[in-house]
Nanobody, 115 residues
Framework: QVQLVESGGGLVQAGGSLRLSCAASGSIFSINAMGWYRQAPGKQRELVATITRGGSTNYADSVKGRFTTSRDNAKNTVYLQMNSLKPEDTAVYYC?????????WGQGTQVTVSS
């Protein structure tokens, strides 16, 4: 089993920054990719950013230029640096890990951006 623990969410004013972290533990053998998704009230969960083991990244258009994802393979940890935050970024942010075509999710961390 794989466990994902997120941290770093909170309340921030528009234009501010937050950094999310997600540490994976348990039966870690060969991670294909890690990433971040978010779900706002009344909306479907959507992709924010992903990063492969080799470091290739993919971002939602809505966050390009503002968010940066990175990972520390030695620590099985992925990060999401969020800058220039907007009220529409308010959501629960979920960490995701894909290993051997199995997908694992963290419990989520709330990010609230006030205007």
């Amino acid at each position: 089993q794989v466990q994902l623990v997120e941290s770093g969410g909170g309340l921030v004013q528009a234009g501010g920054s937050l950094r999310l972290s997600c540490a994976a533990s348990g039966s870690i053998f060969s991670i294909n990719a890690m990433g971040w998704y978010r779900q706002a009230p009344g909306k479907q969960r959507e992709l924010v950013a992903t990063i492969t083991r080799g470091g290739s990244t993919n971002y939602a258009d809505s966050v390009k230029g503002r968010f940066t994802t990175s990972r520390d393979n030695a620590k099985n940890t992925v990060y999401l640096q969020m800058n220039s935050l907007k009220p529409e970024d308010t959501a629960v942010y979920y960490c995701n890990l894909v290993q051997w075509n199995l997908s694992y999710w963290g419990q989520g961390t709330q990010v609230t951006v006030s205007s």
